[in-house]
């Protein structure tokens, strides 16, 4: 590819992965099923939320924006006792429990798509991998910080 009377050369793209190329043809009826609903399945993977107020017409192969566009990003870790929602979503721990929340977000979605879905973003995703990486060394929950108030001697912190 090329772009600007041949100035600028972009690389060649990668061939996708095989189930990417046999879910995205929708030759049966299960892939036709996941082609009509491919943005719940989307959002099954997204590490932020989405917002934009989207027009809808008769024919939508895309979709629009109107006004303002936006991503809510949550915290990096789920909250003691909340609902893994985005990017903690990939750090319940448990692939099977992963599974388990994603097929939660939606009631209408294959359990066998998300499942190999997840296992090909495990597998093929540098950001997820590296994420998943980065919470494996995080210290655990046993270290703590204390500061000794008693302890602090001198005149510049004297009140």
């Known amino acids: 590819m090329c772009c ?6 972009l690389p060649q ?12 043809a929708g ?8 082609l009509s609903k491919i943005r719940k399945y989307n959002s099954c993977f997204q590490m932020t ?31 003691p006792d909340g609902q893994h929602k985005f990017l903690p979503m990939y750090f319940i721990g448990d692939s099977n429990d992963e599974l388990n929340a994603r097929c939660g977000i939606h009631t209408d979605i294959e359990r066998s ?17 590296s994420f998943k990486a980065a919470i494996d060394m995080m210290p655990s929950d046993t270290h703590r910080i204390v500061i000794h108030v008693d302890k602090i001697t001198g005149a510049q912190f004297d009140p």
């Open 49 to 79: 939320s989405f917002g934009a107020e989207i027009v809808t017409t008769q024919f939508m192969p895309t979709f629009k924006v109107k006004g303002q566009l936006y991503h809510k990003v949550g915290s990096s870790l789920p909250l």
């Open 27 to 34: 030759y049966s009826d299960e892939l036709k099923r996941f």
């Open 13 to 24: 793209l990668e061939e996708p992965p095989e189930l990417l190329k046999t879910l995205l």
């Open 4 to 9: 600007v009377a041949g100035k600028i050369r």
């Open 113 to 129: 798509i998300v499942s190999q879905l997840q296992q090909l973003f495990n597998e093929k995703n540098n950001l997820v991998r």
